[in-house]
């Protein structure tokens, strides 16, 4: 299972962007998808990730209201649609994978699958 993530960019403070996670190797329905920030000088953390089974989605407080989830079977491809992008927001951000979302799913010591490589988001005034 091979991981891709673009769509990373330089952006303002209130824009947006679209990341995508590309997956090859394999079905992304059959696998809960998890995407992380990893901010300069600090541990990568969780954001938002998607179950496999019933697709349900979860998000991190930090981005409940400004960051989607979502999923294209047919491209086998996940999304995250950031909007009103802070600051804070800047990192590389990683897609991973897991069989099924894990128990806590913000520490990615427990997402124990493949992940990418990551994509440079910053959001600059």
């Known amino acids: 299972l091979n991981l891709v993530e673009s769509g990373g960019g330089l952006v303002h403070p209130g824009g947006s962007l679209r990341l995508s996670c590309a997956a090859s190797?394999?079905?992304?329905?059959?696998?809960?998808i998890g995407w992380f920030r990893q901010a300069p000088g600090k541990e990568r953390e969780g954001v938002s990730c998607?179950?496999?089974?019933?697709?349900?989605?979860y998000y991190a407080d930090s981005v409940k209201g400004r960051f989607t989830i979502s999923r294209d079977y047919a491209k086998n491809t996940v999304y995250l649609q950031m909007d009103s992008l802070k600051s804070e927001h800047t990192g590389v951000y990683y897609c991973?994978?897991?069989?099924?979302?894990?128990?806590?799913?913000?520490?990615?010591?427990?997402?124990?699958?493949?992940w990418g490589q990551g994509t440079q988001v910053v959001v600059f005034p």
């Open positions: 991973a994978e897991a069989v099924t979302v894990p128990v806590n799913p913000w520490l990615s010591g427990y997402w124990s699958g493949s």
């Open positions: 190797g394999c079905t992304l329905s059959d696998y809960a």
């Open positions: 998607m179950d496999s089974s019933d697709g349900h989605t």
